[in-house]
């Protein structure tokens, strides 16, 4: 049974960079599978960031490519997310996922964490 | 950029059928999935490839795809099902959700 675990700071300074990191149990990184982040800000609906391929693929969210970067570590089997330039608007919880090799489906979800932006 | 529209709220009463419907253009030649959301927690699948049940989904939740709705249905509704709703598929290479469908069981 996969378990994802996110970690990383809680709180991130305007104009900081997040910075986050998903460790994969029970599943093997190196798997068919992609691997990603939805973050979900307060009493707000969800919204994907980006999923990444142990290969290297990646795909982004247009509206947030600029700023993410998604980095997979398969001897660590872990995947991690950097968020630059960040602002209120990046508040939120922040899920990392599991999506099947054909991308269709996030078919696992971690916990989430809770990121605020504030000086 | 691909969009999907979900009712933003629905009320049934328990032992009701929930009808949960998400729309976007030509939404039946996609693959649709569903998560449910309750308070505080992470989303769950509750609904693959457009009608398929993940194990562990109780046979109430069933779906279908078709033209350009999708529709999540929740037979005999419980109080346990009260959560949020969102439909989800792929489209150009992103993931793309539905805006969410806050059911409530009264």
């Known amino acids: 049974q996969v378990q994802l675990q996110e970690s990383g700071p809680g709180l991130v300074k305007p104009s900081e960079t997040l910075s986050l990191t998903c460790t994969v149990s029970?599943?093997?990184?190196?798997?068919?599978?992609?691997w990603g982040w939805v973050r979900q800000p307060p009493g707000k609906g969800l919204e994907w960031i980006a999923s990444i391929h142990h290969s290297g693929n990646t795909h982004y969210n247009p509206s947030l490519k600029s700023r993410v970067t998604i980095l997979v570590d398969s001897s660590k089997n872990d995947f991690s997310l950097r968020l630059t330039s960040v602002t209120a608007a990046d508040t939120a919880v922040y899920y990392c996922?599991?999506?099947?090799?054909?991308?269709?489906?996030?078919?696992?979800w971690g916990r989430g964490t809770q990121v605020t932006v504030s000086s | 950029s691909y969009e999907l529209t979900q009712q933003p709220s629905l009320s049934v009463s328990p032992g009701q059928t929930a009808s949960i419907t998400c729309s976007g253009a030509?939404?039946?030649?996609?693959?649709i999935s569903w998560y449910q959301q309750k308070p505080g927690q992470s989303p769950i699948m509750v609904i693959y490839?457009?009608?398929k049940r993940p194990s562990g989904i109780p046979e109430r939740f069933s779906a279908s795809n078709s033209g350009n709705t999708a529709t999540l249905t929740i037979s005999g509704t419980q109080p346990l099902d009260e959560a949020d709703y969102y439909c989800q598929t792929w489209d150009t290479n992103t993931v793309v959700f539905g805006g969410g469908t806050k059911l409530t069981v009264l």
């Open positions: 996922t599991r999506q099947q090799a054909s991308l269709e489906t996030l078919a696992s």
């Open positions: 029970g599943f093997s990184i190196t798997s068919t599978s992609y």
């Open positions: 030509r939404l039946g030649d996609k693959f």
């Open positions: 490839q457009d009608n």
